[in-house]
């Protein structure tokens, strides 16, 4: 069983910059699909970004510009490096991860991720 551990959330005021790290458990193979999901309070889960394992990538709108996804695949942990934080960027972030090519469509359909990080509150004041 795959566990997955997100850091680096926090409090930052607008406009600051944070980098969010997950940790595998164990050795993630390099054609996982891996992604960065938030959610916050009273909403549902939102895709933010998807990074394949040709390292081809997908940003939600809302993040494009100010958001960069990567992976280290040698030690198996995935990034987010979010710059120019707004108070919309205010939510739990979590990363997911499945053995298997990222979909052609649909990116960011939470369904089609296998593994779940807890979790890591990133709060942005305004």
């Known amino acids: 069983q795959l566990k997955l551990v997100e850091s680096g959330g926090g409090a930052v005021q607008a406009g600051g910059s944070l980098r969010l790290s997950c940790g595998a458990s164990?050795?993630?193979?390099?054609?996982?699909?891996m992604s960065w999901f938030r959610q916050a309070p009273a909403k549902g889960r939102e895709a933010v970004a998807t990074?394949?394992?040709?390292?081809?990538?997908n940003y939600a709108d809302s993040v494009k510009g100010r958001a960069t996804i990567s992976r280290d695949n040698n030690n198996n942990i995935l990034y987010l490096q979010m710059n120019s934080l707004k108070s919309e960027d205010t939510a739990m972030y979590y990363c997911?991860?499945?053995?298997?090519?990222?979909?052609?469509?649909?990116?960011?359909?939470?369904?089609?991720?296998?593994?779940w990080g807890q979790g890591t509150q990133v709060t942005v004041s305004s």
């Open positions: 997911a991860m499945i053995n298997s090519r990222c979909p052609a469509v649909d990116w960011s359909n939470p369904l089609f991720f296998q593994y």
């Open positions: 164990r050795y993630i193979y390099s054609n996982y699909c």
């Open positions: 990074i394949s394992s040709d390292g081809s990538t």
